[in-house]
């Protein structure tokens, strides 16, 4: 199977930034799911209106699924903001897939501060900054707020992305040729 590291995280995290940096410096390819979602399903806001939440995680499982079996280089792929947050029941693999990528020696959770505040204040400004989301301050803060613990319990390396993105790559690119 060839080599994936997956760079997960919540959204505002750098995972887009990052990960071309991280890709060059390894000479593998960057891919972000979200990308390929949008290109082979359509905007997620759409989506998401049309087929609620759940629906369009059954679908980005399923893009994910056909995005990982056509691999045939060593790549950097940016999961989505929610994709390890889904509920177990969203799809019948779901939960073994999500144990792999989580426990898989190459994932990388990119969060901007360890500690909730400092990182919830970051991820905030970051979220409110893009003109393409929607989300307001107590929507973005919610979101987070509930996914920090859950980020934070998994079983993968971690890494500041606070710092300019070629320094964060600079980093990861260590961990991984350890």
Not at 12 to 23: F, R, Y
Not at 156 to 162: G, I, K, N, P
Request: proline share 5%.
């Amino acid at each position: 199977m060839t080599t994936v590291l997956h760079l997960i995280g919540p959204g505002g995290t750098g995972k887009t930034t990052v990960g071309p940096h991280l890709a060059r410096r390894l000479g593998w390819q960057f891919i972000d799911l979200d990308e390929r979602f949008m290109s082979s399903e359509g905007s997620i806001n759409a989506v998401i209106e049309a087929s609620g939440y759940l629906g369009y995680a059954r679908r980005n499982v399923a893009v994910y699924r056909a995005v990982r079996s056509a691999l045939t280089t060593p790549s950097v792929l940016a999961l989505s903001s929610g994709f390890l947050t889904y509920p177990e029941d969203v799809d019948v693999g779901y939960p073994a897939l999500r144990c792999a990528i989580e426990t898989d020696a190459l994932t990388s959770l990119l969060l901007p501060a360890f500690e909730l505040e400092a990182c919830v204040e970051a991820i905030v400004q970051r979220q409110l900054s893009r003109p393409y989301l929607r989300g307001d301050r107590a929507s973005e803060e919610r979101r987070i707020r509930e996914r920090f613990p859950k980020f934070m319990a998994m079983r993968c390396a971690r890494f500041r992305s606070d710092a300019a993105p070629d320094d964060v790559a600079s980093q990861i690119e260590r961990f991984v040729r350890r």
